[in-house]
């Protein structure tokens, strides 16, 4: 059972930036692709990014892509989420989700194993 901790959320004026972080534990860490989604509220929780176990390849939503960046740490567990030039449209609770690499890599919500309990990203305008 892997246990997932976010951290790093808050608020922010537009144009501002934000490093999520997402802790590991009770698993080995690299036996995971990890992917960051977020729920606004009303709204359908959505991908964000997906780095691969070995962090060899990342995956962007478009809306995201050239602001944010994903990366990880295996030597600390730890998958990170930098957010540049946010925008009023990414406020949202941000969840970190892990999925067994067995599989290939996915943005499907469904397809993601265990899940953190989020962190909540607002920016103002």
């Known amino acids: 059972q892997v246990q997932l901790v976010e951290s790093g959320g808050g608020l922010v004026q537009a144009g501002g930036s934000l490093r999520l972080s997402c802790v590991a534990s009770?698993?080995?860490?690299?036996?995971?692709?990890m992917g960051w989604f977020r729920q606004a509220p009303g709204k359908e929780r959505e991908f964000v990014a997906a780095?691969?176990?070995?962090?060899?390849?990342?995956y962007y939503a478009d809306s995201v892509k050239g602001r944010f960046t994903i990366s990880r740490d295996n030597a600390k567990n730890t998958v990170y989420l930098q957010m540049n030039t946010l925008k009023p449209e990414d406020t949202a609770v941000y969840y970190c989700?892990?999925?067994?690499?067995?599989?290939?890599?996915?943005?499907?919500?469904?397809?993601?194993?265990?899940w953190g309990q989020g962190t909540q990203v607002t920016v103002s305008s």
């Open positions: 989700a892990a999925e067994y690499r067995i599989r290939g890599i996915t943005w499907n919500p469904n397809e993601y194993d265990y």
């Open positions: 780095i691969t176990w070995s962090g060899g390849s990342t």
């Open positions: 009770g698993g080995t860490f690299s036996s995971y692709h």
